[in-house]
């Protein structure tokens, strides 16, 4: 299972990486501006700047929600770095704009993915990967995991290669479900990947050791 961090915060994609489980990271609008990158030039740094950082895939998100716009800015986005991925909301200008990159080779993550006939589009059109938001589902008592599961079992069905990426990852009981299930990758926060690091056998356990250690080695 790969492991995106869902993130353009520059230090916590650092950490991720020096952690050594860091296969790509995900951006959305509403990242950026929490990091409060601005401009089309500061946005573009900002973007390659995490890619010096990865080896995997970046994904950007256009802005633009008409057919037109999105090619424009995807076909922008794709000369700041090869890592990049361009993201594309699941609209119907984004599924044209998704066919359109694919036949030209050009990689996309289709984005705000609810429900399984929009993840069935997203891999007909062709996109590299689709991004259903569990932690979304959850909040509105629809259940994520269960529309992971059905993306599964569908493009297994047809032999889709579209990458499920299980996005709005919250905790580490959606990213060991999704790892059951078999989504390709999860993206979440820095927060639910150190956390798989944490028991409490672990930490006494060690404790022990070291406490063992010392009483014969001084
Ligand atoms: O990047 C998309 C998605 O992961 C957003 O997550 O936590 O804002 O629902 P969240």
Known sequence: MKFFIDTANLNEIKEAHELGVLDGVTTNPSLMAKEGIKGKDNVFKHYKAICN???GDVSAEVIATDFTGIIKEGEELVTIDDKIVVKVPMIKDGVRAIKYFSDRGIRTNCTLVFS???ALLAAKAGATYVSPFIGRLDD???????????????YDNYSYETQILAASVRHTMHLLKCAEIGADVMTGPLSVMTAL??????????????????????
């Open 197 to 218: 690091l944490n028991h409490p056998l672990t930490d006494s356990g060690l404790a022990k050791f070291l406490a063992d250690h010392k009483k014969v080695n001084g």
């Open 53 to 55: 950082i990865v080896d």
């Open 140 to 154: 509105i008592s629809q259940d994520g995991l269960e529309l992971i599961e059905q993306i599964r079992l569908i």
């Open 116 to 118: 399984a006939g929009q």
